[in-house]
């Protein structure tokens, strides 16, 4: 990401699927603070994680079962002046 808060990275399923699970490998520079939402459409979301103390390494979030077409992950705040980097994602 660029070299400050609030960046966010979006997947685009292309149809609605059935989500209950992300994991995140983190790089070191990696979001301090940081949220997981959900959409059907791209334009209305909902919160399903929210994270406000990132160890690092690989961190896994699950939720109930929902139909969504879209996953944002929002880094808030970085632990770093770097910006935010990630090695590898997994939604199920």
């Known amino acids: ?3 400050r808060d609030g960046e ?3 997947f685009d399923f292309g149809r609605e699927r059935e989500v209950s699970k ?3 490998d983190w790089e070191n520079a990696r979001a301090e603070a940081y949220t997981v939402e959900l959409s059907r459409d791209g334009a209305t979301w909902s919160t399903v994680a929210t994270v406000t103390h ?3 390494g690989r ?3 699950s939720w109930n079962r929902q139909k969504a077409r879209c996953l944002r992950l929002t880094g808030v705040t970085r632990n770093t002046g770097y910006g ?3 090695f590898e994602t ?3």
């Open 1 to 3: 990401s660029r070299h």
């Open 8 to 10: 966010w990275i979006q």
């Open 22 to 24: 992300i994991a995140i």
């Open 54 to 56: 990132n160890e690092g």
């Open 59 to 61: 961190q896994t979030h």
């Open 84 to 86: 935010i980097s990630i």
């Open 90 to 92: 997994d939604i199920r």
